[in-house]
């Protein structure tokens, strides 16, 4: 059974992150905690945050080739666009998408869908 570690850098669960010193600590990028606070300063064209699904994605460089066009990405800068990404009827390759853009994750009592230990948007089937 996987041993949970918990220290300055963050849980961990995976054995790699129990052998690594703090320098060489691998953390994913959902690990780090971004208030609803902070996604709020990213409101603009050359700095544009959304939350989907308790995520946080900086879609900045999105802007220009996301097949939606820029206007209703900066239409949800700096807040939570999940309704509207679920409402649009993404495909699957725009959740899997989502990956390269995410840069955190909401801190558990911010969120509204995703708990610890919970699934993964791009495991939802569409
Ligand atoms: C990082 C976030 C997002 C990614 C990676 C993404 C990706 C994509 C991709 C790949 C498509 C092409 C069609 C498909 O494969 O489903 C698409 C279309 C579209 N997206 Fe997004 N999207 C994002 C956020 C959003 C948000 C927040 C909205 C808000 C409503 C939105 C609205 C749309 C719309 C309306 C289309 C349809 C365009 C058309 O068919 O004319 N997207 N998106």
């Given at each position: 059974m996987a041993k949970t570690i918990t220290n300055v850098f963050g849980s961990a669960n995976s054995s790699s992150n129990l052998l690594a010193s703090p320098q060489q600590a691998v953390t994913k990028p959902e690990d780090r905690e971004i208030s609803l606070q902070e996604v709020e300063?990213?409101?603009?064209?050359?700095d544009c945050w959304i939350v989907i699904y308790d995520r946080v994605y900086d879609v900045t460089d999105f802007l220009d080739t996301h097949p939606g066009g820029e206007d209703i990405l900066l239409e949800h800068a700096g807040r939570d666009a999940t309704v509207a990404f679920r409402g649009s009827g993404h495909s699957a390759q725009a959740i899997r998408a989502l990956d390269k853009y995410l840069i955190g994750s909401l801190p558990l009592h911010e969120r509204l869908f995703r708990k610890l230990g919970g699934i993964r948007l791009s495991d939802i089937p569409v």
């Open positions: 300063w990213h409101d603009s064209p050359k």
